[in-house]
């Protein structure tokens, strides 16, 4: 028997999963990782491990034969790709949980809206929006939750909210690049206002000069990149001394309150404004306007996602013309 000089390549199997192989469990995963933005913050979410969850996105990702999240320095983001398995995901998701509450025995859930919203928003304008739908509309079901503006910009791309309200300051670009656009329209656009302890020597005249807000001590927001100068009146030409960070606009009104420093506040805040606090304009140097904002996907908006949108911008024209005192004095 002659020895053969033939060669032989060693054998590779090669699973190939098809994308109706996904679980429901990956598809959840998908969605978490897309709307919380980081893979840490999505395992937070779920109560999952950091390594559960990459697992869940690379099946997921092998099953689909592409990438279908962008990795950054700053988090991920959905690939055109992503963007096609989240909107179907975010179908079958739905009626997934629909199909198990009829199970179950319990009734179906009236339409339903998931609106985003800031806390500044969530202060006033959003519990008069809820309350006037309860009387207009009480056959539909809003249901709400707060975030930043680029946490409810990634829930609007991973199609978890119908609708978020967003905070925009000059110069008033998109809140992303991603496309499609999202389609934006302006509920209010108000002067930035300053926040002073009623018994502040500030909170005698009924507004506040700029150059009389050098060396002052200033509640902040978050400490964490630029949220840290949030609460800080803009462009002071000195490095401001911040004596108090808070992420909850209720708790830095009470510092106020307290005498521990200064704050800014938008309009939409005023009418939560607690007593001890004056809330007066800035003036001697460029006005600083905020705009809030209603955003959504582009596309046809279903019947109850316009019904919620114009009880949005009905109670925003209610509320928008006045000053923050609701007239022409400073709050109290």
């Known amino acids: 028997m002659h020895a053969s000089n033939e060669s032989y390549a060693p054998l590779v199997c090669v699973i190939v999963m098809d994308f109706t192989d996904v679980s429901l469990t990956a598809l959840r995963v998908f969605r978490a990782v897309a709307e919380q933005g980081t893979f840490t913050a999505a395992a937070a979410s779920l109560g999952y491990t950091q390594s559960a969850v990459s697992r869940q996105i690379a099946a997921i990702e092998r099953a689909a034969g592409t990438e279908l999240l962008e990795r950054r320095r700053d988090g991920v983001r959905l690939t055109p790709a992503g963007r096609i398995v989240m909107r179907r995901a975010t179908v079958v998701l739905d009626e997934i949980d629909t199909t198990a509450r009829e199970l179950s025995g319990l009734p179906t859930e009236a339409a339903t809206v998931r609106l985003g919203w800031l806390p500044s928003a969530g202060a006033a304008l959003l519990p008069r929006v809820l309350l006037a739908l309860r009387r207009s509309d009480p056959d539909l079901n809003v249901v709400s939750r707060e975030g930043g503006t680029p946490a409810l910009v990634r829930a609007l791309r991973a199609g978890s909210l119908d609708l978020a309200l967003l905070a925009s300051a000059p110069p008033f670009r998109p809140p992303d690049t991603e496309s499609p656009p999202l389609v934006l329209s302006t509920l209010i656009e108000r002067p930035l206002y300053l926040a002073v302890p009623a018994t502040h020597p500030l909170a005698r005249a009924d507004f506040v000069d700029v150059a009389d807000l ?119």
């Open 214 to 332: 050098r060396g002052r001590r200033w509640i902040a927001g978050s400490s964490s990149g630029e949220d840290r100068l949030m609460g800080v009146w803009p462009g002071l030409d000195e490095r401001p001394e911040i004596a108090h960070i808070a992420r909850d606009w209720l708790a830095k009104l009470q510092l106020v309150a307290a005498g521990c420093g200064l704050t800014t506040v938008s309009a939409s805040l005023a009418p939560a404004v607690p007593p001890g606090v004056r809330v007066l304009p800035v003036r001697g140097g460029p006005q600083e306007q905020r705009r809030l904002l209603l955003a959504r996907l582009p596309g046809a908006p279903g019947e109850a996602v316009t019904r919620v949108a114009a009880a949005l911008r009905a109670a925003a024209l209610d509320g928008g013309d006045t000053s923050p005192g609701g007239g022409d004095s400073p709050v109290m």
